[in-house]
């Protein structure tokens, strides 16, 4: 079973400071690890993911997530907020057969202050 | 990148009438589309997958005789909801899965806004 606990349903950031949006994971098999941008009356698209090998992950957007298997954590990053980035966030996990469907947490919004 | 079309983005219907919103892949073949309802401020809530040749499976609380799936080919998958009520009033989302992907990625549509008057 899989699952995911997104941290802050709500996060301010002035603009220009650093964002920071948790996620951790609860997976029993190896997991694909992804994060979704949500604007407005929008469907999903997609920031980033990651699947294997560098941890490290970039996305679009200057946005990047690090895969941290000792703390179960796919947090995801920004140093310097656009007002542009207010949008509300999803984190998804789902196994690497790549068959099944996604499971979201119940995402966050943010918010970016001018 | 592959690209997923929902159609309509916005309808508003009378109580007891039917709706039907189509879910397209535009530059890629899916097998397996997902449909989503998403309530004001929340998460997406998997109603259902959908299959290409096959029944829809439908998740846990969800009726099936009220949320018709068909996905009769490889880069359309439609959902009617059947006579319709206010509480069905909801941004509906579906996604897609590109067959030739491995990584488990899922591509969205705009999403659809239903209105029950």
């Known amino acids: 079973a899989q699952s995911v606990t997104q941290l802050g349903s709500h996060v301010s950031v002035s603009e220009g400071a650093l964002v920071l949006l948790r996620c951790n994971y609860s997976?029993?098999?190896?997991?694909?690890l992804f994060w979704y941008v949500q604007y407005p009356n929008q469907g999903l698209q997609l920031l980033l993911k990651?699947?294997?090998?560098?941890?490290l992950v970039k996305g679009i957007n200057g946005f990047e997530a690090e895969f941290k298997k000792s703390e179960t954590s796919f947090h995801l990053t920004k140093p310097s907020a656009h007002m542009s980035d207010a949008a509300e966030y999803f984190c998804?996990?789902?196994?690497?057969?790549?068959?099944?469907?996604?499971?979201f947490g119940t995402g966050t919004r943010l918010t970016v202050i001018p | 990148g592959a690209v997923v079309s929902q159609h309509p983005s916005r309808v508003i219907c009378k109580s007891g009438t039917s709706v039907k919103i189509e879910c397209r892949s535009l530059?890629?073949?899916?097998?397996?589309m997902f449909w989503y309802r998403q309530f004001p401020k929340q998460s997406l809530m998997l109603m259902a997958t959908?299959?290409?040749?096959?029944?829809?499976?439908?998740e846990q609380g969800v009726e099936k005789d009220k949320f018709l799936i068909n996905h009769a080919s490889l880069t359309l998958s439609t959902l009617t909801v059947t006579s319709a009520h206010p509480e069905d009033s909801s941004f509906y989302i579906c996604?897609?899965?590109?067959?030739?992907?491995?990584?488990?990625?899922?591509?969205f549509g705009e999403g659809s806004r239903l209105t029950v008057l």
């Open positions: 996604s897609a899965r590109d067959n030739r992907a491995s990584a488990g990625e899922l591509f």
């Open positions: 998804a996990v789902s196994d690497q057969t790549g068959a099944n469907n996604l499971f």
């Open positions: 530059d890629f073949q899916a097998t397996t």
């Open positions: 990651y699947t294997t090998g560098a941890t």
């Open positions: 959908s299959n290409e040749g096959s029944k829809a499976t439908y």
């Open positions: 997976s029993s098999v190896p997991p694909y």
